[in-house]
């Protein structure tokens, strides 16, 4: 009886070790974690993953722009990232007559490389929980307005200190688990940061809107981008004499391959999940939210498409605009369908009903209730300002009304923002998307909270088709050459004009109607939050919480594994260049390939080329370009997306289906060698075997 207890006992530790793992862990604190890491296949220490003694991995780990994630592949400060997270930049630089979006960009040397305004890369220095010194001063006496003040001051104190400490710091506090803790992030900001390379979209994004966030996979979704330094290999603005950038630390890449069960973890930024929100929002999110705006972007999506597929200049134009609309569009639809199948909502309440009785006898007792009474009061104001955004908003000859008008009152040139906007505009599209959104607004809704101004047009011209050709007929923002005259002493000019009127209009009902409301509960919802994540984790006390992702650097680990998503279906965990080829076609923009490609592959030799492969890590948006690492702190891959029936992962995960798909970096060698014929990159690589 003895023996079979100790098998039952083992038999029910190995389940748990080899369950799927869900977890967003900060680094400082992965010396907790890292017994479960090394249990299952991991081969370095805590102090290789984080160290502010020596150099360690998070050192080769930046923050990409503002929402992405990079990886260091060199000692000459070469980058890896997602072909999407550079898109912007690649858009900037291409023309009809360069087209790199189309056509690609390599550069043959440094020369060649090209500047990229605006674009940073942070590298995380160290972070320190600095929660009493926060919270220094504070007694249960204070209110929350009180305590709110006291923090800022607290944490500003904190973030001088900090940045005053070297060239190129910058520094926040984050408040994590609600507030219940607070960490400050430390980073070196480097703002010379120039385009090395980037293969063709038909690569980049090889599949489209189509495959995206689906499985099987085939985007050779990568751009290399080199980080430059100053002579002292300090951050610099661009100039013609800084020097390539010589990192602390950068990975090492594996070419040896991978197979189901491999383990695998993602070093990365990931930006916002809601693990522990309750039934409420959950509800909300999935039958109110996200269906409105899915139905919203779509129409959007299918006016641009019209145009796009008829003008090559209106593609290029419109290709980030459009896949950026188009990211969030396909993520809600399978976030929507995951919490329905997993029964979120339902679990949810089962467990706010446990909850409930265990703080019957508590300081808790009560906080579910408040936060049921919250979400009630403050949904229909919420729904009306998601719907103002998606809709009124994206109309985008009133936000170049806006900046004008803005760059105006501040005394500011008006060249920068006008040639920005003109260089990526096509007034038909935005004609018929301010007809399509302006008829959704009008029709969803309710009559209690529609602007007065939106009564007055629509009873003035009788149909929004008749105001859209009004406006767009008299606002002087239509003309480029009359914008780029406009100076401070024509403020009055613009302020009358009907596209800033309407701006204007709708933001001033946005902040007398919506915002204060949305902003008073907001308040007592974060502040109920913090009480019942206390309590969950209270409640909880044998359960180790990972905090929301925020932006900051995370570890998040697993294996690599294929999924089930259906009966009768299963998923393999790696595709190849084979499936390219199945895919592949002339008539369809997302799957016509280049000829190269078809070429090398005719030869023979690359059927089971790999290209991507699955994982089990828990990652989410900014993620995107998180160097994915193999048991030895080797690349194996850049991170790029997650599989749909899983993007329900923000609010609930599912170790079953929930996959994060990553692109195999020996394709992105291929692709450097032989698609873009940069192999000399190659030489300043470092690999492991």
Excluded at 101 to 126: C, I
Excluded at 214 to 236: C, L, Q, V
Excluded at 237 to 246: G, I, L, Q, R
Excluded at 616 to 621: S, V, Y
């Amino acid at each position: 009886m003895k023996k079979l207890f100790s098998l039952i006992v083992l038999l029910i530790v190995v389940s748990q070790s080899l369950k799927a793992d869900e977890g967003m862990w900060l680094p400082a604190l992965i010396s907790q974690r890292i017994g479960d890491m090394q249990a299952k296949g991991f081969k370095l220490t805590a102090e290789d993953i984080y160290s502010i003694n020596k150099a360690s991995l998070k050192d080769a780990v930046v923050l990409f722009g503002s929402g992405c994630t990079g990886e260091l592949v060199s000692d000459q400060g070469l980058l890896f990232t997602n072909h999407h997270c550079g898109y912007g930049y690649i858009q900037r630089h291409s023309s009809v007559e360069h087209d790199y979006l189309r056509d690609g960009f390599w550069a043959m040397n440094s020369s060649e490389e090209l500047p990229n305004n605006g674009l940073t890369v942070s590298f995380l220095e160290y972070m320190e929980d600095v929660t009493d010194k926060v919270l220094s001063g504070y007694n249960s006496s204070m209110n929350e307005k009180q305590r709110d003040s006291l923090i800022k001051v607290n944490s500003n104190r904190l973030t001088k200190q900090a940045i005053a400490k070297g060239k190129g710091l910058n520094a926040n506090v984050e408040a994590l688990f609600y507030g219940n803790q607070y960490f400050l992030f430390v980073f070196k900001v480097f703002r010379d940061v120039r385009l090395v390379g980037a293969p063709p979209s038909s690569i980049g994004k090889f599949g489209g809107d189509t495959d995206n966030w689906m499985w099987p996979r085939h985007t050779g979704d990568f751009s290399i981008f080199r980080i430059y330094a100053d002579k002292n290999n300090e951050p610099a603005a661009y100039s013609k004499d800084n020097v390539p950038y010589k990192p602390k630390k950068f990975f090492k890449i594996s070419r040896s391959g991978i197979k189901e069960g491999d383990f695998t973890f993602v070093y990365g930024c990931p930006g916002s999940t809601k693990e522990y929100v309750t039934s409420d929002e959950v509800s909300y999110i999935a039958n109110i939210s996200d269906p409105k705006k899915i139905a919203l972007r779509s129409q959007r999506l299918d006016i641009q498409k019209k145009y796009m597929s008829k003008d090559q200049a209106v593609r290029i134009q419109y290709s980030s605009k459009n896949a950026s609309v188009a990211n969030a569009w396909k993520k809600w639809q399978g976030e929507e369908k995951g919490i329905k199948k997993m029964k979120t909502i339902d679990s949810k309440k089962e467990y706010e009903k446990r909850f409930k009785e265990w703080a019957l006898g508590n300081r808790y007792n009560g906080v579910l209730e408040k936060l049921e009474k919250l979400y009630a009061e403050i949904k229909p104001y919420f729904f009306a300002y998601e719907y103002y955004t998606e809709t009124i908003r994206t109309i985008e000859l009133l936000q170049l009304a806006s900046n004008v008008a803005t760059s105006l009152k501040n005394k500011r040139g008006v060249e920068t923002v006008v040639e920005n906007f003109f260089k990526d505009y096509y007034q038909p599209i935005d004609e018929e998307i301010f007809v399509a959104m302006v008829n959704s607004f009008n029709n969803n809704i309710d009559e209690e909270f529609k602007p007065q101004f939106l009564k007055d047009k629509l009873s003035e011209y009788g149909s929004v088709e008749k105001w859209k050709d009004n406006l767009f007929s008299n606002s002087l923002f239509i003309n480029k050459e009359k914008v780029l005259t406009l100076k401070e002493k024509d403020l009055d000019v613009v302020l009358k004009d009907p596209a800033y009127e309407m701006f204007e209009a709708f933001q001033s009902w946005y902040n007398e109607t919506l915002r204060p409301t949305i902003n008073r509960l907001n308040s007592e919802i974060r502040v109920a939050y913090r009480d019942y994540m206390q309590g969950q984790m209270d409640f909880e006390k044998n359960k180790q919480f990972y905090p929301d992702a925020n932006l900051t650097l995370r570890v998040a680990y697993g294996n690599i594994k294929g999924y089930s998503p259906a009966d009768a279906i299963y998923y393999k965990p790696i595709s190849t260049l084979k499936g390219i080829i199945e895919k592949d076609n002339p008539d369809i923009f997302d799957y016509n390939i280049p000829q190269k490609l078809r070429d090398i592959y005719a030869k023979g030799g690359y059927e089971e080329q790999p290209v991507c492969f699955l994982a089990t890590n828990h990652t989410t948006g900014g993620n995107s370009g998180s160097p994915v690492l193999d048991a030895n702190g080797n690349l194996i891959g850049i991170n790029f997306d997650r599989v749909w029936e899983g993007t329900m992962s923000d609010i609930v995960y599912d170790p079953e289906i929930c996959r994060n798909i990553s692109l195999d970096v020996r394709y992105v060698l291929f692709n450097i060698e032989h698609i873009g014929g940069a192999g000399y990159l190659l030489k300043e690589m470092v690999f492991a075997d």
